[in-house]
């Protein structure tokens, strides 16, 4: 089991941005984050292959959200930007040893605690 640690989040107003950090207790394969809002499913946001930097993007992320690595300290920063209030939600940092389509099922996946990121219009 990797250990993740999340940082940032919080409370914004629409149009506004934010930086999400999660740092894991060693490298892995991949690196994402999912979000999920209360009463609804739990949905993919973004990916990020740690060997190559390659990233991958949700509909809700494209264009608005970026993420990064920085592979020396296994951790990756998504940066939310132009946050609307239908953002608003629990942002879980997950990992895998495996491919993306792993991270994104999720059956294998580590999981972080969460970070609050709340919008408001």
């Known amino acids: 089991q990797v250990q993740l640690v999340e940082s940032g989040g919080g409370s914004v107003q629409a149009g506004g941005s934010l930086n999400l950090s999660c740092t894991a207790s060693r490298y892995t394969t991949y690196m994402g984050w999912f979000r999920q809002a209360p009463g609804q499913a739990r949905e993919w946001v973004s990916a990020?292959?740690?060997?190559?930097?390659?990233?991958s993007y949700g509909d809700s992320a494209k264009g608005r959200f970026t993420i990064s690595q920085d592979n020396a300290r296994h951790t990756v920063h998504l940066q939310l930007t132009s946050l609307k209030p239908e953002d608003t939600a629990m942002y879980y940092c997950a990992t895998t040893d495996y491919a993306l389509a792993s991270l994104l099922r999720g059956d294998r996946n580590s999981w972080g605690q969460g970070t609050q990121v709340t919008v408001s219009s």
């Open positions: 990020i292959k740690s060997a190559d930097g390659s990233a």
